[in-house]
Nanobody
């Protein structure tokens, strides 16, 4: 049984920083790409960032590029999202997700699609006040 558990969300002022964590268990973490997605009230879930299983490639949505950093620790089975210079429009529930394909391709378009992920965490709320 694969489990993904996010933590680290909270309330922060605009311009502030947060680091989200995602603890993974249940299958070989190092063999799967991982992603972060978010969903704001009344909006569809959107891609935020992804990291390949090899830890060689990272991808970001244009809206967070230069402000957010995705990383992983394959020893600790942890995924992270460092978020700097937060804006009110970053307010959302943030989800980590695991690629459905073991040792999958590093294609950016593929990893940007929520359909390519088969396990999801419960989400952690990030609220940025203006």
């Amino acid at each position: 049984q694969v489990q993904l558990v996010e933590s680290g969300g909270g309330l922060v002022q605009a311009g502030g920083s947060l680091r989200l964590s995602c603890a993974a268990s249940g299958r070989s973490f190092s063999m799967y790409a991982m992603g972060w997605f978010r969903q704001a009230p009344g909006k569809e879930r959107e891609f935020v960032a992804a990291i390949t299983w090899s830890d060689v490639n990272t991808y970001y949505a244009d809206s967070v590029k230069g402000r957010f950093t995705i990383s992983r620790d394959n020893i600790k089975n942890m995924l992270y999202l460092r978020m700097n210079s937060l804006k009110p429009e970053d307010t959302a529930v943030y989800y980590c997700a695991s690629d459905r394909t073991r040792l999958g391709s590093s294609d950016r378009t593929r990893l940007g699609s929520s359909y390519e992920y088969d396990y999801w965490g419960q989400g952690t709320q990030v609220t940025v006040s203006s």
